[in-house]
């Protein structure tokens, strides 16, 4: 298994400003994940966090907005830019080990005014 | 890209009563795992099936992929089972990407 963690766990940031979301894995993982999740909807994956090369962006998710590092097979962070009320959600990293189950952290819910 | 469809969209048990929840897919499936998101927000894995049968004490799981769908199985609910239940799966040639289903809300009432 593994035990994600996230940090910060929730924020309140104006429009126009970023925010890097950190998330922290206890053991080596072979992928790691972020997705976001709106009141009340399912989860839609944002990107791939590859390591030690650019993230892999589903569509509709651009890396100029949503800029992804993993810089090792245990870290990763999700900067969201420029942010507009829009962008208001709950993020979630997540991490899928070599038995291909898949784990998520604690979610950072972000509010956008 | 692959539809995941999940029935019911909301469930209302007793205590003690039990459930099924449903999960239909639209394509040949690689990965399928089971998650419970509790009102916390956090998601747990229950269950990695991509195809037969597997039980957790009081949860149990079945994947039918020839016929694309999956079902979980609650005996005895307990009201910390209330939260959502979500169906995620990995079609075939989709680089391990888990596209999640629409969810079933439970609420366990005493």
């Known amino acids: 298994s593994a035990v994600i963690s996230q940090k910060p766990s929730r924020d309140i940031c104006q429009r126009g400003t970023s925010l890097t979301i950190q998330c922290q894995v206890d053991?080596?993982?072979?992928?790691m994940f972020w997705y976001r999740q709106q009141p009340g909807q399912s989860l839609t994956l944002i990107a791939t966090a590859n390591q030690g090369s650019e993230a892999t962006y589903e569509s509709g998710f651009v890396i100029d907005k949503f800029p992804i590092s993993r810089p090792n097979l245990t870290f990763s962070t999700l900067t969201v830019s420029n942010m507009s009320p829009e962008d208001s959600s709950i993020y979630l990293c997540s991490a899928r080990t070599g038995g291909n189950k898949q784990y998520f952290g604690p979610g950072t819910r972000l509010t956008v005014t | 890209g692959i539809q995941v469809e999940q029935s019911p969209p909301d469930l209302i048990l007793q205590e003690g009563a039990n459930s099924t929840l449903r999960c239909n897919f639209s394509d040949s499936v690689n990965n399928l795992q089971w998650f419970h998101q509790n009102p916390w927000g956090q998601l747990i894995n229950l269950f990695y099936?991509?195809?037969g049968t597997k039980q957790n004490g009081r949860l149990s799981a079945t994947t039918v992929a020839t016929e694309r769908y999956s079902l979980l199985y609650i005996s005895s609910s307990q009201t910390t089972d209330s939260g959502v239940y979500f169906c995620a799966v990995e079609g075939a040639g989709t680089a391990s990407k888990l596209t999640f289903g629409t969810g079933t809300r439970l609420q366990v009432t005493l």
């Open positions: 099936i991509p195809s």
């Open positions: 053991s080596q993982v072979t992928m």
